[in-house]
């Protein structure tokens, strides 16, 4: 039996958040994109807070700007370009460690995070992570970028709908799953905390450290 180590991606194992930073490696060489971006960025974060749009599409307006109709192939090397150097410079070392740690044990380790996938794979085969979950971009038939992604984002609820269909499509390794423990620094990851046997705040945003409290969750700190 095994111990299995869930890791959020951004703000937990990363010191800050993904896709803007992809995105400005994809759109800082174009600089008659930045207004009318910007403008339209800005534009559907409020309508978010709003309640007008889901989540997700925050991040289609940003493809539809300045990713959409890109070749596979092109978005693959941006997101190895961006992944190397995150690796590199980007992650807090106290969840290196631990996820490290965890290796060496030979626990189990998976990354679910709401991120692009195409970010998360280069990210987690440079840690040697095998398996992740994220939000999964779409591509056409002449594998060109597409504006929607072709899956639910993967935040929320849905990390629980797409961590027990990796469990159902992995049998071996479910039932050899001796206790679960979730590393996150959001207050969004509380649904997938709750199901695992050991939730760890990291660094916690301010809702995350209120539950923590009520959850007796364990709170750490991982800047050094």
Known sequence: MTKLAIFDLDY??????????????IIKGRP????????????????YKRGLI???????????WCMVGKPRAEML?????????????GLRPGGLRTLKAHQQAGDGVIIISAAADIIVAEIAQRLGVKHFLASEM???????????????NCYGEEKCVR???????????????????????SHSDLPLMLKCDQAIAVHPSKKLRDLSDQYNFTIVDWNS
């Not at 889901?54 to 539809?64: C, F, G, L, S």
């Open 54 to 64: 889901p989540r997700v599409q925050v991040k289609e307006t940003m493809i539809k």
């Open 138 to 152: 779409g591509w056409d038939a002449e594998d060109r970028l597409k504006i929607a992604f072709s899956s639910p």
């Open 32 to 47: 008659w994109l930045w207004v009318p971006f910007l403008t339209a960025a800005v534009r559907a974060q409020m309508r």
């Open 12 to 25: 937990t194992l990363t010191k800050r958040g993904t896709w803007g930073r992809f995105v400005w490696q």
């Open 77 to 89: 090397s941006q997101a190895a370009r961006f992944a190397e150097k995150e690796v590199r410079t």
């Open 163 to 185: 961590y027990e269909a990796f469990l159902s499509e992995h049998p071996d390794l479910a039932e050899n799953i001796s206790k679960t423990v979730m590393y996150s620094d």
